[in-house]
């Protein structure tokens, strides 16, 4: 699947979005060195503060089918018609859960943040620089 493909899913997967709360429909997809992709939409809840992010989602269901490594892109996409001309970012949390997966498979993914105006293509890494994560803990 390609870059573009992958960006295509991850608008797809935003459809579902549940977000009555903030209706900001985010949409995330990941793809794996085997090919395969997983995608994740954002859930939010009447308690608020328990919204569930899409990369989030996306993480927990493949982790939830038993994947530990392998992550090399996450496309990640939002309303394009909130935020400026600024490409939609995974939040701190996010970029700590999805450095997990990442560090578990010793890679450093490319994000793929989704805006108006262009795609801003940047490494987990750069994202998330010195990272906490599972080698921290040895
Ligand atoms: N959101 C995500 O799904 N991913 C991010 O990286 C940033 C924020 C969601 C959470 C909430 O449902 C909505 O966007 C507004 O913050």
Redesign the pocket.
Known sequence: MTDEELIAAARSAAENSY?PY?S?A?GSALRFADGSVVTGT?I?NASYGL?L???TVAVSKAMADGVRGGLEAVA?T?PLDKGGDAP????GR?RQVLNELAQLGGTDPLVLCVGPKEVRRIRLSELLPDAFGPASLD
Do not use: K, L, R, Y
Not at 88 to 91: A, D, G, K, S
């Open positions: 977000s903030s900001f985010v954002n939010e919204a992010c899409a990369e990640v939002g939609i970012t995974p939040c996010c």
